[in-house]
């Protein structure tokens, strides 16, 4: 079973930011969050990880609590092409390489609208 | 070039047919994965492979068995069709060890009718 929670949709106006919060309260030590997204009818395309500290790349940034029980994927500037499902998902990683599988839990649809 | 490619797109089959799809990523990764979403949207893990050896079969029917001829390329052969098969297929590959991103395939849409 996923170990996040996410709000199931939200909207954007198109240039503004989007914020797409995450819990993941069970989180452990080993644990990092992951975003990916799903654009209609494609298959999954990642976006960002983390462990504790925020973390940002050409396609959004990550804000990690201090106490890692939630976190916030940010999109600067939204555009149309953002609609998505956006997933948040925690994976354990061992030294020596990752264990376990990307969960998908059911995500949170992010609507841009002009 | 595509990372991860699966074929077919599509596939409209009759209930009880055997049927195959292939997933092929030219990355260089040495675990692959397959997928099914279905109509909910839920997206879940069905198998994964790690140099040729399944690692993690997630309670899937026997009907459905992954076959990795070599490292680049893992199908899935799926028997006696059903209603319920119908879904989204997809494939992914990463690269062992941490921190790395799973690529994903496009996706083959099944449905049996």
């Known amino acids: 079973d996923a170990k996040t929670t996410q709000p199931p949709s939200m909207d954007c106006a198109e240039g503004r930011a989007a914020n797409l919060p995450c819990n993941h309260s069970?989180?452990?030590?080993?644990?990092?969050v992951y975003w990916y997204r799903q654009i209609h009818s494609q298959g999954p395309q990642y976006i960002i990880h983390?462990?504790?500290n925020n973390e940002t790349n050409e396609m959004a940034s990550l804000i990690i609590t201090e106490d890692r029980k939630s976190s916030t994927l940010i999109l600067p500037h939204a555009t149309l092409r953002d609609t998505a499902v956006y997933y948040c998902?925690?994976?354990?990683?061992?030294?020596?390489?990752?264990?376990?599988?990307?969960?998908f839990g059911k995500g949170t649809k992010l609507s841009v609208k002009p | 070039d595509t990372a991860v490619s699966q074929t077919p797109k599509y596939l409209v089959t009759q209930m009880g047919n055997d049927k195959s799809i292939k997933c092929e990523q030219n990355l260089g990764h040495d675990t692959m994965y397959w997928y099914k979403q279905d109509s909910k949207k839920f997206l879940k893990i069905m198998f994964s492979?790690?140099?040729?050896?399944?690692?993690i079969n997630e309670t899937v029917p026997n009907r459905f068995s992954p076959k990795s001829p070599d490292k680049a390329h893992l199908n899935l052969h799926i028997n006696s069709l059903e209603l319920g098969d119908s879904a989204v297929y997809f494939c992914?590959?990463?690269?062992?060890?941490?921190?790395?991103?799973?690529?994903f395939g496009q996706g083959t849409r099944l449905t049996v009718v």
């Open positions: 069970t989180i452990s030590g080993n644990e990092y």
């Open positions: 992914a590959s990463r690269e062992q060890g941490a921190l790395t991103e799973a690529f």
């Open positions: 492979y790690n140099n040729k050896e399944l690692i």
């Open positions: 983390g462990l504790k």
């Open positions: 998902i925690v994976w354990r990683v061992n030294y020596g390489g990752s264990q376990g599988n990307l969960i």
